[in-house]
């Protein structure tokens, strides 16, 4: 029997400070209220103890952000999907984002081992004024290891109401999307960055957070596998392929960090778990 786990997360601002709230079920948990550049934004690392899920696991995060509110929310390593011997293996995220309010989703990569079943979807409520910043990376197998993605599949679900919908099911037998030059051309490592905001953005700042991604990408080693566009005026999207994950959250990283600046006048301070 599958093993499920819930988490809620409830951020609002008091004076100069956001403060947060949380209740959890089974197996998830998060760490201390973080408040590493200030009092107004609240670091949350988010902790699964077993380590990976197998199938019949069920993990849902709920996130909710009063107005005024900032959280930055990420993970101390990789999120594991395991091998599966028949049924799905779960992991959904729904945030509403109020009037006022900040999010950054940056968890570190999700790996979807051989003949996992894996189904991973993300859903973010942005009302008018509200905005976010986010990142989904997923790497299929372990190349490096010599363990190929060559069974089973993980379907994948990115969603801003009304406004950005990415669906995707990756099968591990499926050849020609993995390695046609015109799918993933041989790489194992998806990653997708994106800001957005609860209603629409002016031309001029769009621009300039395309104009930002796309310098920064042009002179990466990743530079032929990247690329940024805005397909909704509330959404801009960052896409790319890549044969590892260290060059692929590297860009990332360096992105988000001059979003933070261009959009919200931030400078970047990282998580600690990312630098150990």
């Given at each position: 029997?599958?093993?499920?786990g819930r988490l809620?997360l409830n951020y609002r ?5 956001t403060?947060?709230h949380?209740?959890?079920s089974g197996p998830?948990?998060?760490l ?6 200030g009092q107004?934004?609240?670091h949350?690392v988010?902790?699964?103890p077993?380590?990976g ?5 069920a993990l849902h995060v ?9 959280a ?13 011997a028949?049924?799905a ?6 945030a ?5 309010a900040r999010l ?5 990569e999700?790996i979807c081992?051989s003949a996992a079943?894996a ?17 989904d990376?997923?790497a299929l ?5 010599g363990?190929a993605?060559?069974?089973?599949h ?6 801003l ?7 995707a099911?990756?099968r591990?037998?499926d050849?020609?999307l993995l390695?046609?030059?015109?799918g993933?051309?041989g790489?194992?490592v998806l990653?997708t960055l994106?800001f957005?905001?609860?209603s629409p953005?002016?031309?001029d700042r ?5 104009d930002?991604?796309?310098e920064?990408?042009?002179?990466h080693e990743?530079?032929q ?7 909704h ?6 896409r790319?392929l890549?044969?590892r994950v260290?060059p692929?959250?590297q860009?990332?990283?360096s992105v ?5 600046e ?8 990282a998580p ?5």
């Open positions: 029997m599958g093993w499920p809620a601002r008091d004076g100069d400070r403060l947060a949380d209740r959890h998830l948990r998060v201390q209220s973080l408040y590493p550049e107004g934004i609240c949350h988010l902790v699964h077993p380590g899920i197998v199938g019949g696991d709920e996130a909710n952000l009063q107005a005024g509110s900032h930055l929310i990420t993970t101390p390593g990789a999120t594991r999907f395991y091998r599966s028949g049924e293996a779960r992991q959904s995220v729904v509403r984002i109020a009037e006022g950054e989703w940056l968890p570190l999700t081992h079943l189904e991973n979807q993300l859903r973010f409520e942005i009302q008018p004024g509200g905005e976010m910043m986010g990142w990376v997923v197998g372990l190349p490096a290891s363990q993605f060559e069974a089973g993980y379907a994948q679900r990115i969603e109401p009304g406004v950005w919908l990415e669906r099911t990756i591990g037998d050849h020609r390695d046609s030059p015109l993933f051309a790489h194992r990653a994106w957005a905001a609860g953005m002016s031309s769009r621009e300039t957070l395309l930002v991604a796309r920064m990408a042009s002179n990743l530079a596998t990247v690329g940024c566009t805005s397909p005026a509330e959404v801009v999207v960052l790319l890549a044969p260290e692929a959250m860009l990332l990283s988000w960090a001059r979003w933070r261009v959009a919200w006048a931030l400078g970047a301070v600690r778990v990312w630098r150990t």
